[in-house]
């Protein structure tokens, strides 16, 4: 069975730094993975995805995340924080590999930007 | 990117009153749709899987007398929370798969049962 797990459910940084979310994660298949952020009473919205092919995926809004088998991690990446990050991120595994299993999400970390 | 919607996005009722929840695939067909709990400050836990033309799946623990899911058409499901009670006070979003590798959220509903 697939399982996620985030690192620290709250992460603090300054303006302008850089914003590390960690993501590891258990599979039996070869995963799928994900990174949402929701805005408070929002739903959720795809950051990114890695599928298969190049293991550093880039999504929207500056984030990156690098898929390292190995380490069996998908850690979530900006180089610069902005005010607007700050939000509620989810990293999620697709259940059976593929876009039809249903998700299975971490609990999810808070970001909080500073000025 | 593809759309989901949901109606209502915030409902508040009363104590054993039902209430129906729509998601709808705005621009794409979906033969399956996922519907999520997600209490305050909590991940979103999947509470079933909606399949058009047939039954729903339920996760193991959630009543499916209770949460009753219709998916009628190839762009429409619906869950109703039946004889609602305020412990079923949650946020529901409700997600559909496209034919890639992405599922598209729903805005989701606040439901406040007093």
């Known amino acids: 069975a697939q399982s996620v797990t985030q690192l620290g459910s709250h992460v603090s940084v300054s303006e302008g730094a850089l914003v590390l979310l960690r993501c590891n994660y258990s599979?039996?298949?070869?995963?799928?993975l994900f990174w949402y952020v929701q805005y408070p009473n929002q739903g959720l919205q795809l950051l990114l995805k890695y599928t298969t092919g190049a293991t550093l995926v880039k999504g929207i809004n500056g984030f990156e995340a690098e898929f390292k088998k190995s380490e069996t991690s998908f850690h979530l990446t900006k180089p610069s924080a902005h005010m607007s990050d700050a939000a509620e991120y989810f990293c999620?595994?697709?259940?059976?590999?593929?876009?039809?299993?249903?998700?299975?999400f971490g609990k999810g970390t808070k970001l909080s930007v500073k000025p | 990117g593809a759309v989901v919607s949901q109606h209502p996005s915030r409902v508040i009722c009363k104590s054993g009153t039902s209430v129906k929840i729509e998601c709808r695939s705005l621009d794409f067909q979906a033969t399956t749709m996922f519907w999520y709990r997600q209490f305050p400050k909590q991940s979103l836990m999947l509470m079933a899987t909606s399949n058009e033309g047939s039954k729903a799946t339920y996760e193991q623990g959630v009543e499916k007398d209770k949460f009753l899911i219709n998916h009628a058409s190839l762009t429409l499901s619906t869950l109703t929370v039946t004889s609602a009670h305020p412990e079923d006070s949650s946020f529901y979003i409700c997600?559909?798969?496209?034919?890639?590798?992405?599922?598209?959220f729903g805005p989701g509903t606040r439901l406040t049962v007093l």
């Open positions: 599979s039996s298949v070869p995963p799928y």
């Open positions: 999620a595994v697709s259940e059976y590999g593929g876009s039809q299993g249903n998700l299975i």
């Open positions: 997600s559909a798969p496209d034919r890639g590798y992405e599922q598209f």
